[in-house]
């Protein structure tokens, strides 16, 4: 899915801003989220180039590979988004000895109190949406290095048991065994979302299950009918015999 922005930035009244995304002021819109996301991937990938600059951040944003939604994110804001983040102390500006332009990094290890399995666990999530835990460990393998599945269920076990809860477990989609999580920093809305998406898919198969079934009784009516039009053909051809 493709999410294309005006480069136009958003106003400078919050309560505004607020109000138009429908959102509490505790929660992140989902342009926030990116940004911390791939400040936070970023930290991880390339140390020698963090923190970011404005076009490579902007850059980070809108990459095509390991995202989803795809996003296309004018630098205007991001900086605005930038400005707003770090008013919630999520976002620090740093000013290096020698530099050109101002540079960003992400504070969420200090604000959320996460060691870098939860980190990466979490900006993996962000990035990339709703998954379960062995989809998360082959994703977020360069972000940390996750010996088992079972690390990565309890780096997600953190995650969730804490309060405010920053991830949630979804219950398993219909025909899979898995478990999948979601990030919970936009709020709980996704989890309504999916449960709708799992009911409409749980519906749709309870069709197709029923139209399958329905097909099948068809063809083997049909194929017996042909039997006995064969045995009628068969029968009608020997009492005409009789008469020959």
């Known amino acids: 899915m493709n999410q294309e922005v005006d480069g136009i930035p958003a106003g400078d009244n919050d309560g505004e801003r607020a109000a138009d995304s429908g959102r509490s002021d505790e929660f992140l819109d989902q342009f926030e989220i990116r940004v911390l996301a791939v400040l936070a991937e970023k930290e991880a990938l390339t140390p020698d180039n963090y923190p970011l600059s404005l076009n490579t951040l902007t850059n980070g944003c809108n990459q095509l590979s390991s995202r989803d939604p795809v996003m296309a994110i ?9 400005q707003r983040l770090m008013l919630r102390k999520l976002v620090v500006e740093v000013n290096q000895a020698g530099a050109r332009v101002a540079k960003y990094e992400h504070r969420m290890r200090v604000k959320w109190l996460l060691e870098q399995d939860k980190l990466a666990v979490l900006t993996t999530l962000m990035l990339r949406g709703i998954q379960t835990a062995g989809e ?8 940390h290095d996750f010996a088992s599945v079972g690390e990565v269920e309890t780096a ?12 949630a477990r979804l219950a398993k989609a219909p025909g899979t065994k898995e478990s999948r999580y979601a990030h919970l920093l936009a709020g709980e809305e996704i989890l309504e979302q999916q449960a709708m ?4 898919a749980g519906s749709a198969s309870v069709v197709r299950s029923g139209s ?6 068809l063809e083997e009516e049909v194929v017996s009918l042909r039997r006995q ?7 009608f051809a020997e009492f005409k015999r009789q008469f020959d």
């Open 74 to 82: 004018a630098e205007s804001t991001v900086l605005d988004v930038l």
């Open 136 to 143: 998360l460990r082959s994703r977020s393998g360069r972000l």
């Open 156 to 167: 997600l076990q953190f995650l969730v048991d804490k309060y405010p809860p920053l991830v």
């Open 197 to 200: 998406a799992d009911a409409m």
């Open 212 to 217: 399958q079934d329905r097909i099948a009784q």
């Open 229 to 235: 039009m064969d045995d009628l053909s068969a029968q």
